[in-house]
């Protein structure tokens, strides 16, 4: 009989957690918590197709405003340059009431006496469950802006531009208005700079209201697991939005953490699905720090390139050290379940 599942958070890792644990039978509960989110999401053609695998919703995103092409100045004086691009752009809250609709939780019982020594919990909201903080590689932050765009703007690219003291991206989601990230360690002042996108922009909306700021340097907490909890989503780790699909990865860390427990309940070793989990990843994210470095040493030449891609350096080299002695991978993902892998 399956057992129970605590979730905490509301978010997408949350949101796939309950959803593939519920249909395999296990009791779940839900404490769902509050969080001021991004106003869009630019998800790639893999994402949106495996969003659509998991719910069962082949129409998913079906009106969503498609990203056909992206016009980058990067570098000190680069010139812009186009290229092809696949992808949507959607409201995260929209998603989520979407996605939440079609979680099947069925209405908990109270549990028996002794019951919580085997519930697990899946944390995805806030970073505790660990007794060390988040290990973070830099010190940028971000700020979003609703903008108007101007009539000669195009609706079907965005547009990504560094600057001396940091970089700018522009994400049109239909009807003329767009989303505006920008990060560095002002990140208000920088539009003043821009070359490209400030030509994209007829006006800030709501200009009175304060922007939403976020840490934008790249995140990960080094325990990711322990004894019947789990870290996924945002409180496992958070993604540079230059070079990170915070979804796809929050889908992905869902996917594994309910296959874990799953395979705990099936009599696996739990400590082989956990180094399992640990190395997966970190192997994700020492993938995302590589991703990253290459944009911050060509950005510019200025204190927030340089102080910044030393920080991501530090960050592959850290994370190399750390699974520079895992053990061989016991398990691979076959569907949504893991398998083990006979020794050879």
């Not at 660990?130 to 965005?158: H, I, M, N, W, Y």
């Amino acid at each position: 009989m399956a057992g129970r599942v605590n979730i905490l958070g509301a978010g997408i890792a949350a949101c796939c957690s309950a959803h593939l644990l519920a249909q395999q039978g296990f009791a779940v509960c839900l404490e769902r918590s509050s969080k001021v989110r991004p106003a869009r999401l630019l998800l790639s053609e893999q994402t949106q197709s495996l969003f659509r695998e998991i719910f069962s919703a082949p129409l998913l995103f079906a009106e969503a405003p498609r990203v056909r092409r992206r016009i980058v100045a990067w570098g000190e004086n680069a010139q812009p340059i186009e290229l092809p691009h696949s992808g949507i752009v959607l409201s995260e809250p929209e998603l989520l009431s979407d996605l939440w609709q079609r979680v099947a939780v069925p209405t908990l019982v109270p549990s028996p006496a002794g019951a919580a020594e085997s519930t697990w919990t899946i944390n995805s909201a806030q970073k505790s469950g660990s007794p060390t903080e988040s290990q973070g590689f830099g010190a940028r932050r971000a700020s979003t802006f609703k903008v108007k765009l101007a009539e000669q703007a195009p609706q079907d690219c965005c547009w990504v531009e560094s600057l001396p003291d940091g970089w700018l991206f522009l994400l049109p989601y239909g009807e003329g208005h767009a989303m505006l990230i920008s990060t560095g360690y002002s990140p208000d002042g920088l539009i003043e700079q821009s070359r490209l996108i400030v030509r994209q922009i007829a006006a800030l909306e709501d200009a009175a209201a304060p922007a939403h700021q976020f840490p934008a340097y790249s995140q990960i907490l080094p325990q990711l697991c322990g004894p019947l909890w789990l870290a996924c989503g945002s409180a496992a780790m958070s993604f540079d939005p230059l070079c990170g699909e915070g979804a796809g990865h929050a889908l992905r860390e869902a996917l594994l953490a309910a296959a874990v427990i799953r395979g705990a309940e099936k009599g696996y070793s739990v400590e082989t699905l956990f180094a399992h989990y640990n190395t997966r990843l970190m192997q994700a994210f020492l993938r995302h720090l590589q991703v990253c470095l290459p944009f911050y040493q060509r950005g510019g030449h200025g204190e927030f390139w340089e102080t910044e891609a030393a920080a991501l350096k530090s960050g592959v080299a850290w994370m190399q050290s750390r699974l520079q002695n895992q053990t061989p991978a016991r398990y691979r993902l076959v569907g949504y379940e893991l398998e083990p892998i006979a020794a050879s």
